[in-house]
Nanobody, 123 residues
Framework: QVQLVESGGGLVQAGGSLRLSCAAS????????MGWFRQAPGKEREFVAA????????YYADSVKGRFTISRDNGKDTVYLQMNGLQPEDTAVYYC????????????????WGQGTQVTVSS
């Protein structure tokens, strides 16, 4: 079992930055591929970014490519999402997730989810 706890959300003006953290605990949590997803009000949850267990490979949704950066520190069992150039359309609850099997954008491949952290971007 893996437990995930997100932090770092908040209110920021358009053009600003935030760094989200996802602290993992539990058995071999640092060996799992990880992802970030988000859900805006009235919309379905969508993929944001993913990172392989080693951190050597990353993948981004087109909507955040060039603005967001996913990284991980396996020594601290923590995954990060650096978000720059935030826009009002980035407003959502952001979730981190861990996959026992496969790295990528498909939500059903992720087995463990955090409770989410709210990011609000004002115009």
């Amino acid at each position: 079992q893996v437990q995930l706890v997100e932090s770092g959300g908040g209110l920021v003006q358009a053009g600003g930055s935030l760094r989200l953290s996802c602290a993992a605990s539990g058995r071999t949590s640092s060996s799992y591929p990880m992802g970030w997803f988000r859900q805006a009000p009235g919309k379905e949850r969508e993929f944001v970014a993913a990172i392989s267990w080693s951190g050597s490979t990353t993948y981004y949704a087109d909507s955040v490519k060039g603005r967001f950066t996913i990284s991980r520190d396996n020594g601290k069992d923590t995954v990060y999402l650096q978000m720059n150039g935030l826009q009002p359309e980035d407003t959502a609850v952001y979730y981190c997730a861990a996959s026992r099997v496969q790295y990528g954008a498909t939500q059903k491949n992720y087995d463990y989810w955090g409770q989410g952290t709210q990011v609000t971007v004002s115009s």
